[in-house]
């Protein structure tokens, strides 16, 4: 599946519990200039439903467990539950983030700041965009 892949990270577990670094270009694919986390969403809520034009992410649950709904060249759904599992997401990756768990923890780290004019939230547009991109990478 193009610009959108789930990996772990290494965890030092050991009888204290486990600790998981993360250093930016190296553990992830870019130098993180943002992250943001989501918590007390409701049963039955969803969230996102929009795509990046450049920016890249990585979405990490911490706490609990969320499921998340992508498409790019193909459609997958992702399940987030172990704090050093992964879900990379890429440019012109559409995400809807759904079943959070109660209590659930979801960071998100960025490779940019916060840019309203970097989103594709128009789900018939990005199929527009989305095609061309796919057919071109
Ligand atoms: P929103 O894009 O609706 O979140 P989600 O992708 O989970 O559906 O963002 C909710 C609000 O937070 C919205 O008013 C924009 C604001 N926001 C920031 O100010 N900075 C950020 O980095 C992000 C991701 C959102």
Redo the contacts with the bound molecule.
Sequence with gaps: MKNCNEFFFKSFYDKRGSLVAIEGGQDVPFNIE?L?Y?TDVPQGM?????SHKDLEQVLICLNGSVKIRVESDKKKVFTLENPNQALYLGPMVW?E?YDFSEHSV?L?L?SH??E?DD?IKDYNMYKLIAKQFFALT
Excluded: K, N, T
Aim: net charge positive.
């Design positions: 943002r943001y989501i969803e969230r996102g439903a929009h995400r983030m979801l998100v960025a700041h916060y309203p989103y």
